[in-house]
Every structure is written in structure tokens, then in C-alpha cells.
């Protein structure tokens, strides 16, 4: 029964820059997880954004993101990171992150879902 929770979201002009945390917590072996993280904007698809695995930190990225978005684990606080620079007004969206059995950017591979925490890039 692993819980998720999303912070760091909110207003940033554009070529500014934020960091999001996912905290996990509940009765659960962390190191079982890997973490996606995925963002929704308005009346558009969820899609992928990037993930890490569980056991080495491999990472992965979405072909439009990478340069720009880097995910990091912190496994001794159970939290994962999305560091976003040169944000775009394209970026806002509400963003989510996930729990998995693999390092996906894919929705239906992620059982575990946070409540999603708004950004808005705007001027």
C-alpha cells in the first residue's frame, strides 16, 4: 500500500526553473519501485516524462525533455526528483508521479499513482 505524494508545483516564469519531490511512504520495500514521472495538461493525454529504475538508477527521459529535465532517487528519504530548467509555457501541466515494477514511460505500467502537483509557466 504505497502512498505517493507530489510537491514543489506552482507559478514560474518562463526560463525559470523547479524542482518536484515525490515522497513515498506507507508499508512497502522501496527498493522493489521504480518511479515515473508523468504529466497531464489540460485537455490533453498523460504522458511520460522520465522514470528511474529501482536497483541501479537507470534513468530515462522523453525525447522532448532531455536537457532539460533530470530525475535523481534519494533512497535513504524514499524520494525521487524531477529538476526542470529552461521551463516553457508549454510545460505547465499538472504533473504526477508513479510507481512501478520498471523504469517506463508508459501509464498503464505504473500500478501506483500520486495526486499530481500543479505547475503554470507563465509570464
Known amino acids: 500500500q504505497l502512498q505517493l505524494v507530489e510537491s514543489g508545483g506552482g507559478l514560474v516564469q518562463p526560463g525559470g526553473s523547479l524542482r518536484l519531490s515525490c515522497a513515498a511512504s506507507g508499508g512497502f520495500i522501496w527498493d522493489y519501485y521504480a518511479i515515473g514521472w508523468f504529466r497531464q495538461a489540460p485537455g490533453k493525454e498523460r504522458e511520460g516524462v522520465s522514470c528511474?529504475?529501482?536497483?541501479?538508477?537507470?534513468?530515462n527521459y522523453a525525447d522532448s525533455l532531455k536537457g532539460r529535465f533530470t530525475i535523481s532517487r534519494d533512497n535513504a528519504k524514499n524520494t525521487v526528483y524531477l529538476q526542470m530548467n529552461s521551463l516553457k509555457p508549454e510545460d505547465t501541466a499538472v504533473y504526477f508521479c508513479?510507481?512501478?515494477?520498471?523504469?517506463?514511460?508508459?501509464?498503464?505500467?505504473?500500478?501506483?499513482w500520486g495526486q499530481g502537483t500543479h505547475v503554470t509557466v507563465s509570464s
Open positions: 528511474i529504475d529501482s536497483s541501479v538508477g537507470s534513468t
Open positions: 508513479a510507481a512501478g515494477p520498471l523504469c517506463s514511460l508508459e501509464v498503464g505500467d505504473f500500478g501506483q
